[in-house]
């Protein structure tokens, strides 16, 4: 063991034995507090304050940044399958991170795969158990990020340049402190929805015709509410929530040839008295089992490939955007060394065209609704304590700006409140609720109208795609004759659906905004219209055809 390693190792020692005798102990913090009734945010400031007075190992550096996040999680989910319940829970979970930063915010031990350390917090509002989990893991994660440091410094040597970016950006303190969310969501209303959902193919006149070819009826509802609490030596001062609420079908089979088919969608909401009403929800899963079987009766794409206007409908074009423009927005830094100035597919078109001239794009964290609904991508100060600001993505078709956290790239300094983390995680750059706009949109019977327009001047047939599956992937996917009429096809794939396409094929933008909220691990909104792209690629599919069953189904009578 070198000395250095041997002087780490006596001083995690010696700081162990200094913190256990130190734990009853209290420390006035160096910044201002707001005063709280909240037990959990007080025991956070006051264990912070103790370990920002303490934590220093003898001949080692003293952090020169400390937070505390503390995510409260409240979940509750249940599934049906063909008209029966088969599964409810719910559950409670809090998880504490802790981040610790050596150095300073020019070059610090921060990698890219995240730093500190995490631990489970106490369900019940004890503040001496919640203490103890933040000492425990604060250990850690100073432990940790010592010893990331002295390897980072090591690294930095074998580079000819000098890193040029800071490490981590200044951010002023904020105090915001609003009030707990809780999961609001009637659940023996939507428990009793879900088992009538899943039973509809065998139940519902319009479609029990069909019901011995469905293979799978699955519907479910799931709520989650969480409360973040986020604390750290700069003075930042947070707690704030958000709840969502997602409720599904997924129904599938198999079309003669062996084909699988489904049809998968839901309704999401941040809001519960959003969500589908009962009428609606039917409707959802009616027009999902009738679109089933129109797929298993409809032909398979052509074999030959084609090339051409496709018109995407706005659920299917805030798909595409999602997939494809959003990524690359997110500034992610790049590799230790690389000159890059981030990730992606936009890591050199800065400045430069990514879409056409007449659209222009915004992420707007502050704006709570729109259209009559609440936007789950929505929230006043980001996961790093830095207050939401809307961004100017794309103006004009040129990429103006990215979304950055407290992680700076080449050319952006500083965080414009898109840090973001999913619970327990570290925070990245995330978009939240993102605004396509066209300044030349027109009604979606006009797109239809150049539609057929290009139908005819090119003497075939055309593709409309009503909504997508997996990634980017046709579900009803209709090929469009001159005439005007449609027709469903399966089996199809789009070819060459890619940045490229953003960028240069899109001619015309409908004025029929669809607003996509998504309950993911970081959840967000998308707002597109319908678009039609000039040139888009649609194949077959190369997919193994399975067998089908060998018998039928149980008879619906039960016999």
């Known amino acids: 063991m070198n000395n250095r390693s041997s002087l780490l190792s006596r001083g995690f020692h010696k700081y162990s034995l200094l913190a256990a005798a130190s734990c009853v102990l209290s420390a006035t913090l160096s910044f201002a507090q707001p005063q709280s009734s909240d037990p959990m945010l007080r025991a956070m400031q006051a264990e912070l304050g103790r370990e920002k007075a303490l934590l220093v190992l003898p001949g080692m550096q003293r952090p020169y940044f400390i937070e505390y996040q503390l995510d409260d999680l409240n979940s509750y989910e249940a599934v049906a399958n063909y008209g029966a319940l088969t599964r409810e829970e719910s559950n409670h979970q809090r998880v504490v991170r802790v981040t610790v930063r050596v150095g300073d915010y020019a070059i610090d031990n921060s990698t890219s795969r995240g730093d500190g350390a995490i631990a489970l917090a106490p369900r019940d509002n004890n503040p001496e158990a919640l203490r103890y989990a933040l000492w425990t893991a604060t250990d850690m994660a100073y432990k940790n990020a010592l010893q990331n440091y002295a390897a980072k410094q090591a690294a930095l040597k074998q580079f000819q340049n000098p890193q040029m970016e800071h490490d981590f950006a200044e951010a002023k303190p904020v105090v915001h402190v609003a009030p707990l969310v809780a999961i609001d969501l009637d659940r023996n209303a939507w428990k009793q929805r879900i088992i009538d959902a899943s039973g509809l193919f065998e139940t519902a006149p319009e479609v029990r015709a069909s019901a011995e070819q469905v293979q799978y009826s699955t519907a479910n509802v799931r709520a989650v509410a969480v409360n973040r609490y986020l604390v750290n030596t700069e003075g930042t001062v947070v707690r704030q929530g958000y709840t969502g609420y997602a409720a599904g079908i997924s129904v599938g089979g198999q079309a003669p040839d062996g084909m699988r088919l489904s049809r998968d969608n839901g309704t999401t909401a941040a809001d519960a008295r959003e969500m589908e009403t009962w009428p609606a929800f039917r409707k959802r899963v009616i027009d999902d089992l009738q679109s089933l079987a129109a797929l298993r009766a409809a032909p398979v794409v052509p074999a030959e490939d084609y090339h051409g206007p496709i018109l995407f ?39 430069s065209r990514v879409l056409p001239e007449t659209l222009s794009v915004t992420d707007d964290p502050l704006m709570t609704r729109f259209a009559g609904k609440t936007l789950l991508g929505a929230y006043a100060v980001d996961d790093e304590g830095v207050p939401a600001q809307p961004v100017d993505v794309v103006v004009k078709g040129i990429l103006q700006n990215y979304l950055i956290g407290r992680e700076p790239v080449r050319d952006f300094p500083s965080s414009n409140g898109h840090g973001r983390s999913a619970p327990g995680q570290v925070a990245h750059s995330r978009a939240s609720v993102v605004i396509v706009k066209s300044s030349e949109a027109v009604p979606v019977s006009e797109l239809n109208k150049r539609l057929l327009a290009m139908a005819k001047e090119q003497g075939r047939d055309v593709y409309a795609v009503e909504t997508l599956g997996g990634p980017l992937q046709p579900r009803l996917l209709y090929r469009v004759h001159a005439d005007g009429s449609r027709e469903l096809v399966r089996g199809a794939a789009f070819d060459e659906l890619d940045n490229r ?33 000039d040139d888009v690629g649609v194949k077959r599919a190369v997919e193994e055809q399975q067998k089908l069953p060998y018998y039928p189904p149980p008879a619906l009578d039960g016999k």
């Open 313 to 351: 409908s706005g659920d299917a074009a805030s798909d595409v955007m999602a997939h494809l423009f959003v990524p690359n927005i997110e500034a992610d830094r790049p590799a230790m060394g690389t000159t890059a100035r981030t990730t992606g597919a936009y890591a050199s078109s800065y400045k």
């Open 501 to 533: 396409s953003l960028r240069s094929d899109i001619v015309g933008v409908g004025n029929d905004d669809y607003v996509a909220n998504s309950l993911g691990p970081v959840p967000q909104t998308m707002i597109a219209p319908s678009m039609l792209f």
